[in-house]
């Protein structure tokens, strides 16, 4: 994952315009744990220390290698690859935390659907289990989407982050040593 997976948004609050940066990290983040985004959104990065996210970044450099990589889409996001029928790919190590790469993935097409992209279809990747996974975006989860914006911009404006809630993903976490002191 990278930290150049972004959306902006224009959003009317209480009549004024306010501009937020929505990012794909943090749609992910969102998903895994919210004490987590807080710290994403503050500036906090603890990932490049991280065993996982360097094992990530090795797959993302060996995998798919005959397709164009990294697509920036308006300075604004970067998909893994797009294959030509239309079909957006999204790499991940495996199907651990599979939810919350599924929500990334239908967030990228949510952001391209708002730009006026049409009759895109999306696919997890899996190269390490050999697996894929069709995500499609219904209406439902586009209301859904504009639920999760709305509170991953409540939770960046928190001035602390959240209460910890443990789960068997924080010992494996970039952030685990900031919680778990």
């Avoid at 930290?3 to 004024?16: F, N």
């Avoid at 499609?136 to 001035?159: A, F, M, P, S, Y």
Wanted: glycine content about 4%; proline content about 1%; aromatic content about 10%.
């Amino acid at each position: 994952m990278s930290d150049d997976y972004s959306c902006k948004y224009v959003l009317t609050m209480r009549g004024t315009a306010m501009e937020e940066r929505i990012t794909g990290v943090m749609i992910y983040y969102y998903f895994v744990c919210k004490r987590k985004l807080w710290y994403f959104c503050h500036e906090i990065r603890m990932e490049s220390d991280n065993e996982n996210v360097m094992l990530g970044k090795i797959l993302d450099d060996t995998s798919y290698k005959r397709d164009d990589k990294h697509i920036d889409i308006d300075g604004i996001i970067s998909i893994d690859f797009i294959r030509e029928n239309h079909e957006l790919h999204e790499v991940k190590k495996s199907k651990a935390i599979e939810e919350a790469g599924i929500w990334q993935t239908k967030y990228y097409l949510y952001y391209l659907e708002k730009r006026g992209v049409e009759n895109l279809h999306a696919q997890i990747d899996y190269p390490l289990l050999r697996k894929n996974r069709t995500v499609e975006l219904t209406e439902e989860d586009r209301k859904q989407l504009d639920t999760v914006i709305d509170e991953i911009i409540h939770i960046k404006n928190q001035e602390l982050p959240g209460d910890m809630q443990r789960s068997k993903l924080c010992y494996k976490c970039a952030y685990g040593d900031l919680c778990l002191i």
